[in-house]
């Protein structure tokens, strides 16, 4: 049973263009989210977060939304850039819970 | 600059026999977990410690072994190795699990096959 969904494996962007992805749960006790992105060889590396509390946060080129009310999150990266293709993982947690659950990741391409 | 230390880095195993993946942070980090990467799976939870001492389980724990007798050190023990449990095996800490502003930080992976 998934409890955090990422239905695209993959994705290709533009460089220059908005790369948007998408992110849905099914347990509405997760109230914190997380985005990790990684390359190839290498772990998973923090982008940003979000608590359920807020409904958007912002980073510089990433921002990342929260629809309570759908279940679902999405990252945006503005302009993508080359740099961006990796791998992306979303995660949940709940507050003061000690498990941290992730979805199976998209696979972002930037393509030139 | 180390933060989370796994070795090794990659490793064959037969079938049946045992080993143990090594995990090392110098963070002081209270929270460290050990997490499985297959193809089309994510990462999905094995084991976790929220400090010294203590241990539980995660989403896929069987076949795995953890203990936690120091802040800096949590192992993983296969017990007797599967071709199932051929896989990337990376291992996180944190500052705490009830501190979310504070992220994991993850080792660089321990790749596992075994035949």
């Known amino acids: ?112 | 600059n180390a933060g989370v230390t796994q070795t090794p880095k990659f490793q064959v195993l037969k079938t049946g026999q045992s080993m143990t993946l090594q995990c090392a942070q110098d963070m002081n980090h209270e929270y460290m977990s050990w997490y499985r990467q297959d193809p089309g799976m994510g990462l999905r939870l094995i084991h976790y410690s929220v400090g010294a001492g203590i241990t539980d389980q995660g989403e896929v724990p069987n076949g795995y072994n953890v203990s936690r007798s120091t802040t800096e050190d949590f192992p993983l023990r296969l017990l007797s190795a599967a071709p199932s449990q051929t896989s990337v095996y990376f291992c996180a800490s944190s500052y705490s699990f009830t501190r979310l502003d504070q992220p994991q930080h993850f080792g660089d992976g321990t790749r596992l096959s075994i035949l």
């Open chain 1, 1 to 112: 049973d998934q409890q955090v969904k990422q239905n695209s494996p993959s994705l290709s962007v533009q460089e220059g263009r908005i790369s948007i992805l998408n992110c849905d749960y099914t347990n509405s006790m997760f109230d914190y989210f997380l985005w990790y992105k990684k390359y190839p060889a290498e772990g998973p590396t923090f982008l940003i977060s979000i608590s359920s509390i807020k409904d958007k946060n912002e980073d510089g080129r990433f921002t990342v939304f929260l629809n309570k009310s759908a279940k679902h999150l999405s990252l945006h990266i503005v302009p993508s850039q080359p740099g961006d293709s990796a791998v992306y993982f979303c995660a949940a947690t709940r507050n003061r819970d000690d498990k941290i659950i992730f979805g199976k990741g998209t696979r972002l391409h930037i393509l030139p």
